[in-house]
């Protein structure tokens, strides 16, 4: 751990506690806005990143750990994100149009549990506003210079972005949104997510039934290979999943995955599961729960994944990782990358070197 690295852990250290004093959704932008603040402080100043690069879907990882969607849903603050040492970044959810999501108040934290609850319901400004902030980002331009051939010193963090339907969208009409949404980003981004997991879009997860699913992938592997074609590139699509699902609906996934031609997918969403958390202040709020109760659940559906998957087939594991023995819980289960949100809130933005050391060091004892 350098000086810097230091420094960052001492002063979440001593925020922390003003931070929790806030509503959580108002300290959340407290705490992004302070991050785009010394992101842009001398680079002596910030922790340098853990470098472990890997090659999957077909893109070069500066490091395995990655933010989960959610923490920058409009795309306004990757360059902050990018510089705290992240291998990549996923963004969004974004859908077609703008929303104002769930009313307020709908974020609660369980610190007993290491925990949060949230019932955001995709609130963004739409997919042109975050176009429009993906392509002002230096983490992009840098991204797209990459891709030209040119030489870019310091490799940026892979772009994923992250797509979603509008709630007002009925289920039968979702196919449209995600179309919209694929169409849009696919010029812009590394990799895309399709999100059909969160608890707080009514029915969404109906979308992870067998025909429901079926239908959407099938739509989107025919218009992936379209746009392929039309714009000269192919960033890999990802799925994004639930936690709480069977074996028989974890089959049901593996088999779309697979003959759609999926690329590769993350597991897992929040759950809707109170068993972890049951009477603590806030356990009984409605959304989805994430953080330290959902690590194992996440754990159980990534090795069904493997073990049902091809083998190499890549999968991000996302869910409950506090430390750097969290992360390498994940790998172990049979992730390839691992991604951080709650975890952040509760020990800071040092978990992420902490997380990218700890799996470089399982790397290398298994090499």
Known sequence: ???????SALGYQLLRPLLFSQDPERAHHIGMQIMDVLAAAPACLRPDRVEDPVQLLRLTFPNRVGVAAGLDKNASHIDGLAALGFGFLELGTVTPLAQPGNPKPRLFRLPEAQAIINRFGFNNDGL??????????STWQKRQALERGALVENTPPVLGLNIGKNA??????????????LARVWPLADYVAINISSPNTANLRKLQGSDELDGLLGALDTERRRLAEELGRNPPLLLKIAPDLDDDQITVIIDALTRHHIDGVIATNTTLSRDAVQGLANATESGGLSGRPVFEASNRVIRALRAGLPARYP??????????ADAVAKIQAGADLVQLYSGLIYQGPSLVNAAAR??????????
């Open 128 to 137: 042109a506003d975050f176009v429009a902030n993906v392509q002002r980002s």
């Open 1 to 7: 751990m350098d000086t810097a690295e230091k420094l």
């Open 168 to 181: 007002a969208t009925p289920l039968e009409s979702a196919t449209g949104d995600y179309l919209k949404g």
């Open 358 to 367: 700890a799996i470089h060091g399982h790397d290398g004892t298994m090499r």
């Open 315 to 324: 999968i991000i594991g996302v869910g409950g990782i506090m430390s750097g």
